[in-house]
């Protein structure tokens, strides 16, 4: 695909694209292409694809890559300050024409995952957009978020469940992916007996998962680290005291995925996200649950990531 120019630029020269300065931004933040992947909802290789355009437009490398982060050059940090000008005037344009039509206030519930790792970005993207919006947001637990949902305290909840499983009526599947079993790369957590593992507490869909697993597949097991936070979970998967199950998606180093036929573990599975939202909440709830579905719409599927 040719790159677009604009005709009243000097020889033609091309147009710089938006979303893949949102990406070089993301990368620029973050030092990590993995990381701004996991920001913007995409793969690491569409990322990679997307700075490779930039660079070969510009004719310039914009970031020094090194086993575990990457930097700005000195023609990147030139470009930074460009890309922030660039993205702002975008967002201000297009505000100018969509904001004035949406204001109001939205409560959103989201579990801890969801609510520390994917929601500030989609919710920084929201806000230029619809400045006149206020988010007001609680993390909890799923049982909490839809009894609040049902009681008129939420107008959209985000919930995580097992591929398939409509814990409540109003539940709608946005964002699928398969959950693996993960460890420490050169670790030997997964050659101990019993096997341990790191989970969260009762009630949650990602326990089940596993536990469910390792019964079927046979394997002798003891939960040796608990906790409702799944950075929690990886830092001790880090430090290998135990493996853990993650969503494909969120393995990266010091973690690695096991594969089931090297451990003679059963499949997990795939999660799904699903939103739950209160009808006739107005624009401005539609407006939100909308910009949501978009973004998760935007993320690699199941059959997708296999092939990453």
Not at 20 to 38: C, K, N, P, W
Not at 245 to 250: A, E, I, M, N, Q
Request: charged content about 20%.
């Amino acid at each position: 695909m040719s790159t677009p120019t604009s005709p009243n630029s000097p020889q033609g020269l091309p147009l710089l694209d938006m979303e893949i300065l949102r990406t070089f931004l993301a990368i620029s933040e973050t030092g990590s292409f993995s990381r701004a992947a996991q920001q913007i909802h995409r793969t690491p290789s569409a990322v990679s694809m997307q700075i490779k355009r930039l660079e070969e437009m510009l004719g310039r490398a914009l970031f020094v890559r090194e086993p575990r982060q990457v930097h700005l050059t000195p023609e990147g940090e030139t470009m930074l300050g460009y890309a922030r000008q660039l993205l702002e005037i975008n967002d201000e344009a297009v505000g100018q024409f969509l904001s004035p039509q949406v204001g109001g206030t939205v409560r959103l519930g989201a579990p801890d995952d969801l609510g520390t790792r994917v929601l500030p970005g989609i919710l920084s993207l929201f806000s230029r957009s619809y400045p006149a919006v206020q988010v007001n947001v609680r993390v909890g637990r799923s049982p909490d978020l839809m009894r609040r949902l049902d009681i008129g305290e939420l107008d959209i909840a985000l919930l995580v469940a097992e591929a398939g499983n409509r814990p409540h009526r109003l539940a709608e599947p946005i964002y699928r992916e398969p959950l693996v079993w993960a460890g420490r790369e050169g670790g030997v957590a997964l050659q101990r007996t019993p096997l341990p593992i790191a989970v969260a507490d009762r009630g949650c869909p990602w326990r089940r998962m596993a536990l469910e697993s390792l019964t079927r597949s046979g394997h002798r097991y003891r939960i040796a680290y608990t906790c409702e936070h799944t950075a929690a979970q990886e830092a001790a998967t880090g430090q290998d005291i135990a493996i853990t199950p993650l969503p494909r998606g969120l393995v990266h180093a010091p973690l690695r995925v096991i594969e089931e036929d090297e451990a003679g573990l059963s499949p997990l599975g795939d999660y799904e996200v699903l939103m739950l939202r209160m009808p006739a909440r107005g624009a401005a709830v539609e407006a939100l649950a909308e910009h949501i579905m978009d973004h998760f719409s935007g993320t690699p599927n199941a059959a997708a990531a296999a092939v990453v």
